[in-house]
């Protein structure tokens, strides 16, 4: 199937241009074709803007074990509503993914059931360093360094440099120093108020992990990759980063600060916590000079009968998928960043960072994962028309301008306007590790 998306406005590489894009067979066949190029479908896009598919390194879809919160059915329709082609879903499920089989296993259910490109990370723990060495087809492994939701972690010295030494594919880890949580907690006897959740996961927690991390990657020389950077003080330490590290940072550490837990409650309680607005300032401002390169959510559903229990018993998480590249069109449309910009945050960057192969670009050759924008379109945010199947989002209420109205997954039309084609499947991302990563 042929299809002419004509009169766009499209970011390629080079920047924004005015130009038809051409598909086939699931890939770009041409930029800027005339516009008599022979097409069976022909889709008119004038007044909008077209990009590569968003690609969000980091969400918990919770399958296989934890399906009431969310499916890689729901979870990936919610992709597609949001703009989001390709995800790539973190370890912490029930089975946890820390072997090959339960790694190709998921990949298979996938297969079967996501109507977006996938990944899957596979999970360290203290003692699965033969299946971190033969793991395949995956972005990298994920270290809880400290623990979240689930039982993964690994925070011994030892074993940490037994997985930086012995392993090759990129690492990631979710950085919260647990010495100093559980320290906290203590002190705080657990902790009665959401307020609390900020002083238990706290600015040292956060920077003495990730300064750990990055000691750690430094000195093996091995790809690294901060997930979810939330004080000013890492930003620090992502300085001097290359050529190993690389930064994430997620929305609701951008959009939402502790004055925010009064109005919002546990719908922002987090993992890292969420911090000061001036922490919010200083995580643009590091995305703007390039000491963070990517922007994923950790979309994290539960429902919202876990979330209403009382502090610590509520859990930690919030489900993002489907509004993260509003919320940055919005921000486009305030002046604060340019669509280029986004546009490398959310699919180029990190495309590169986890070396994936013909996706994060219009380019001929890549494959055809594209989204439609209009930056014009003013919608609300309402709980009862996420998608997710947890049905809320923090962000209830909230009305932005620019949002994705249409997504092509492998050049097949997944989501028009409000409409699903559950039809639609797509595929296995594929991870060339021999690229280097970001900074090659
Ligand atoms: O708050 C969080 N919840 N942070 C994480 O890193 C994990 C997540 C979850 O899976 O619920």
């Not at 990949?107 to 990370?121: M, P």
């Not at 971190?132 to 994920?142: D, F, H, V």
């Not at 939330?230 to 600060?257: I, K, M, W, Y």
């Not at 963070?292 to 229990?309: G, M, N, R, Y």
Request: hydrophobic share 40%.
């Amino acid at each position: 199937m042929r299809l002419l998306i004509k009169n766009a406005t499209c970011v390629l590489p080079s920047g924004l241009a005015a130009a038809n894009i051409l598909v086939d067979d699931g890939k770009i066949l041409g930029v800027d074709p005339p516009v008599s190029a022979r097409a069976d479908e022909v889709i008119d896009a004038a007044g909008k803007h077209l990009i590569p598919g968003v690609i969000d390194d980091q969400v918990h879809f919770r399958e296989p074990g934890l399906t009431h919160k969310e499916d890689l059915r729901t979870g990936s329709m919610a992709c597609a509503k949001g703009g989001v082609t390709t995800f790539l879903e973190m370890p912490n499920t029930k089975p946890a993914t820390i072997t090959c089989d339960r790694l190709h296993e998921k990949l298979d259910l996938a297969a079967s059931k996501s109507v977006v490109n996938f990944g899957f990370y596979v999970g360290a723990t203290s003692d699965n360093i033969e299946d971190l060495q033969a793991a395949k087809r995956t972005p990298g492994i994920k270290i809880f360094i400290g623990s979240s939701t689930g039982d993964l972690l690994v925070d011994e010295q030892a074993a940490l440099e037994r997985i930086f030494a012995e392993t090759t594919l990129p690492i990631t880890a979710h950085c919260e120093d647990e010495t100093t949580v559980r320290a906290n907690a203590e002190r705080l006897a657990g902790g009665k108020t959401l307020a609390d959740h900020s002083r238990i996961r706290d600015h040292a927690a956060a920077e003495i992990a990730t300064k750990r991390a990055i000691d750690l990657a430094v000195r093996h020389k091995h790809r690294f990759h901060v997930l979810h950077v939330s004080t000013a003080q890492e930003t620090e330490l992502l300085r001097d980063a290359r050529p190993f590290v690389t930064a994430e940072a997620c929305p609701h550490h951008l959009f939402f600060n502790v004055k925010d837990y009064g109005r919002l409650g546990s719908r922002i309680q987090m993992n890292p916590s969420i911090k000061t607005a001036e922490d919010g300032a200083a995580l643009w401002q590091a995305l703007l000079d390039g000491r963070i390169q990517v922007i994923a959510t950790d979309h994290a559903p539960h429902t919202l009968d876990e979330k209403s229990k009382p502090y610590p018993q509520s859990p930690s998480g919030l489900p993002a998928v489907e509004n993260s590249l509003a919320l940055m069109l919005n921000e486009v449309n305030l002046g604060r960043c340019t669509l280029e910009q986004v546009v490398h945050w959310m699919c180029d960057a990190p495309a590169r960072v986890w070396d994936i192969v013909g996706k994060g670009r219009i380019a001929e050759g890549y494959d055809a994962d594209l989204v439609l924008i209009d930056l014009a379109k003013t919608a609300t945010i309402r709980d009862e028309e996420q998608v997710t199947k947890s049905r809320w989002s923090p962000w209830d209420g909230v009305t932005l301008t620019g949002w994705p109205t249409h997504t092509w997954v492998g050049g097949r039309l997944v989501y028009a306007e409000g409409r699903f084609d559950e039809a639609v499947r797509g595929r296995e991302a594929f991870f060339d590790h021999s690229r280097g990563g970001y900074w090659t």
